[in-house]
Nanobody
Framework: QVQLVESGGGLVQPGASLTLSCTASGFTFSNYRITWYRQAPGKERELVAA????????NYADSVKGRFTISRDNAKSTVYLQMTSLKVEDTAVYYC?????????WGQGTQVTVSS
């Protein structure tokens, strides 16, 4: 059974840093691209960052480029999202996602709140 479990969210002040983790099970993690999405209240879910199976290639939303870094540790079946210089507008529920045989799998999400 495919499972993705996010952790690391919390309440931080603007300018702070936070690292999210997404730990996977139930599939061969090292074979699949992993994507972080987020959804703010009243807004559609949007792509934040993605990383290929081997970790060689990444891409980011323009709004987070230069502030967020996605990485993975295939030995631990975990993807990380390092977030720095957080802004109020980064407040959202963050989800990790993978697609296996054209089916999307999602974690339960972790809340990130940036507020003074």
């Amino acid at each position: 059974q495919v499972q993705l479990v996010e952790s690391g969210g919390g309440l931080v002040q603007p300018g702070a840093s936070l690292t999210l983790s997404c730990t996977a099970s139930g599939f061969t993690f090292s074979n699949y691209r992993i994507t972080w999405y987020r959804q703010a209240p009243g807004k559609e879910r949007e792509l934040v960052a993605a990383i290929t199976s081997g970790g060689r290639n990444t891409n980011y939303a323009d709004s987070v480029k230069g502030r967020f870094t996605i990485s993975r540790d295939n030995a631990k079946s975990t993807v990380y999202l390092q977030m720095t210089s957080l802004k109020v507008e980064d407040t959202a529920v963050y989800y990790c996602n993978t697609q296996i045989l054209y089916r999307n799998y999602w974690g339960q999400g972790t809340q990130v709140t940036v507020s003074s």
